[in-house]
């Protein structure tokens, strides 16, 4: 029986902050990047079947990565990033965008049904899921159809910011799949949900 997962992939602080507030958008000059690191971006991101992401972070990717594919002043592996985030089949969740038809193997969904949507979606689908936005990822933990956290966690302590999940999400139990530490400190934590489904 084929069923996809969701993983939400983010970079957050050591207090699980994703951003010092909302301009940054996944953004920041906190975050410790380095060319090997980028790298294993790349690596997991080529492997994601799908990209499901809310319009904020979809309109930032969108302003940046396709023109990055052909910028000869940007180092290879960025170009290449551009490269995957552009031929990746994307899922835009947006209101104000449904209709639309924006370019880049990018299709729109939104609406009051939208979780019975995101969980057809995962069940016609395989593979793996990435999923950008918090706002995003905690509709779907909330609703039982968040399979995983890849968090790339930075040696920093922003404080105070935009956290991982919107509001009150109650106890979440994880089990470790991976832990992986990289250039700078950063340190990825990988974790299955415990109790994940469909609605």
Do not use: C
């Not at 090997?36 to 971006?41: G, I, K, Q, S, V």
């Not at 969904?109 to 057809?120: F, N, T």
């Not at 404080?159 to 992986?180: A, H, W």
Request: hydrophobic content about 40%.
């Amino acid at each position: 029986m084929m069923s996809a997962r969701f993983v939400y992939w983010m970079n957050v602080s050591l207090d699980l902050f994703i951003g010092r507030d909302a301009e940054e958008n996944g953004g920041g000059d906190w975050l410790r990047i380095s060319e090997p690191l980028h790298r294993e971006f790349n690596r997991r991101a080529r492997a994601l079947s799908m990209d499901v992401s809310g319009r904020v972070i979809y309109e930032v990717m969108e302003e940046f990565w396709p023109a990055a594919r052909t910028d000869e002043s940007l180092p290879d592996y960025l170009r290449e990033y551009g490269e995957i985030w552009v031929d990746t089949p994307k899922v835009l969740v947006s209101r104000t965008r449904v209709g639309s038809s924006p370019d880049f193997n990018t299709r729109v969904i939104g609406g009051d049904d939208l979780l019975e949507q995101l969980a057809a979606l995962k069940a016609e689908s395989d593979g793996d899921i990435g999923v950008g936005g918090a706002n995003l990822a905690t509709q779907l933990l909330k609703a039982g159809l968040l399979d995983e956290l890849l968090l790339f966690i930075h040696p920093v302590i922003l404080g105070s910011g935009r956290p991982l999940f919107d509001g009150d999400v109650g106890q979440l139990d994880l089990d470790l799949l991976e832990n992986t530490t990289y250039d700078d400190g950063v340190v990825l934590h990988r974790y299955a949900v415990r109790g994940a489904g469909v609605l």
